[in-house]
């Protein structure tokens, strides 16, 4: 059996030095791989966050007072407001209060039509002259529930006081 030299060991120890730099850079290389891949995934379930929130309407709702002054009298108005600060326009909207539709209650009773039914995003809000009489005075469950472009039903319910 021949015996190893000095310089065979040295020759040994190097290629297995260099076969294991290999090894250790392929695993890397594979750890890199599958990073990449996990981050180009996030980054689509972002994208894709993204543009359902573009698909979105989102209604909220909350009373406001303001006073007006005509003919050298003071006025306190309340309104009940509505705004869609979501993105997409907002269609088929539907308000109870109180679980009545919002025409059909007392303090809404002096409005015609359904100012709500189809909300644009970003726009001002909308608003309901309340009249506040006994026994309909705030707090009001405003329960709003609508439908935009992102294939799913929107709904808030909100309970609303001066």
Not at 2 to 14: A, W
Not at 77 to 90: I, S, V
Not at 106 to 117: E, G, L, S, V
């Amino acid at each position: 059996m021949p015996s190893l030299t000095t310089d065979n060991y040295i020759q040994i120890g190097t290629g297995l030095i260099a076969l294991g730099a290999v090894a250790y850079s392929w695993w890397i290389g594979n750890k890199q791989h599958k990073l990449q891949e996990r981050m180009v995934l996030i980054e689509e379930s972002k994208e894709k966050e993204r543009q359902c929130e573009k698909d979105k309407a989102d209604i909220h709702c909350w009373l406001k007072q303001e006073r007006r002054v005509r003919n050298q009298k003071e006025y306190l108005y309340t309104y009940l407001c509505f705004q869609n600060k979501g993105q997409a326009k907002a269609t088929n909207v539907t308000v109870l209060i109180n679980t009545i539709p919002i025409l059909e209650y007392p303090a809404f009773k002096n409005h015609k039509y359904d100012k709500t039914a189809e909300m644009e995003p970003q726009v001002p809000p909308v608003r309901y002259i309340v009249t506040l009489r006994h026994p309909h005075m705030p707090p009001y469950t405003v329960d709003v529930s609508w439908e935009d472009n992102s294939g799913k039903s929107g709904h808030r319910e909100t309970t609303v006081n001066l």
